[in-house]
């Protein structure tokens, strides 16, 4: 069974450019989360999707961030315009309707200079 | 609200060691918790988890974590580690008031000296 995908795996950017990340969940996981990892933190949930509606994004930084999940299956966050305090792994992660175990992908390691 | 306490940020032991990760959790109503193990350079993984049942719950690989509802703690202990066990631990507290927010604690970075 394929895992939770995501990419670009790492990316270099400038501050104030975007960057746009993406994700696709383990088929048939009916929630899909992101999580923004600060070196030496434990990971924050940014925002949580059942299917393609919204279910928390209370800690989502609504003037820079974005995310959407079409048609109930890949997400895509994107940054802009990206501050330096965004370097970060950001980590997709799936589960099944209910469920509290959670599926993670490798991350996407972002680095603004 | 819930909150999750990894009082160590790192520890060292010697390979062959045992070993103990401390967590506590704070929450209003009944809690289900887990370990999640993070190796470097990739995603994390599910170690393992207390949902019912026996409050202590064991890992295929030899780690063991007990659920303390009196003392709010979840600590994972290993009798003996392996150089392989090198990793970051983060500990997991999710409750019934809100059914799939998970809360991460800040990680525990074990390190094994051979």
């Known amino acids: 069974e394929a895992g939770v995908a995501q990419s670009p795996r790492y990316k270099i950017i400038e501050k104030r450019q975007s960057v746009a990340f993406w994700c696709n969940p383990i088929?048939?996981?009916?929630?899909l989360y992101w999580y923004q990892q600060i070196l030496g933190q434990g990971p924050k949930l940014l925002i949580q999707f059942q299917n393609n509606g919204v279910v928390d994004d209370s800690q989502l930084p609504k003037d820079r961030f974005s995310a959407e999940r079409l048609k109930g299956v890949d997400s895509t966050l994107k940054i802009q315009p990206a501050k330096l305090e965004d370097s970060a792994v950001y980590l997709c992660?799936?589960?099944?309707?209910?469920?509290?175990?959670?599926?993670f992908g490798e991350g996407s390691r972002l680095t603004v200079l | 609200a819930q909150s999750v306490t990894q009082l160590d940020s790192q520890v060292p032991v010697f390979e062959e060691a045992p070993v103990e990760l401390r967590c506590n959790y704070s929450?209003?109503?009944?809690?289900?918790l887990f370990w999640y193990v993070q190796y470097p350079n990739q995603g994390l993984q599910l170690l393992l988890k207390y949902l019912s049942g026996s409050t202590l719950v064991e890992s295929i690989n030899g780690f063991e974590a007990e659920f303390n509802k009196s003392q709010t703690s979840f600590h994972l202990r290993k009798p003996s580690v392996h150089i392989s066990d090198t990793a970051e631990y983060f500990c997991a507290v999710n409750s019934d008031s809100s059914a799939s927010k998970i809360i991460f604690g800040s990680g525990t970075r074990l390190s094994i000296r051979p």
């Open positions: 992660a799936s589960s099944f309707w209910g469920g509290r175990e959670l599926f």
């Open positions: 088929s048939g996981h009916a929630t």
């Open positions: 929450s209003s109503v009944s809690v289900y």
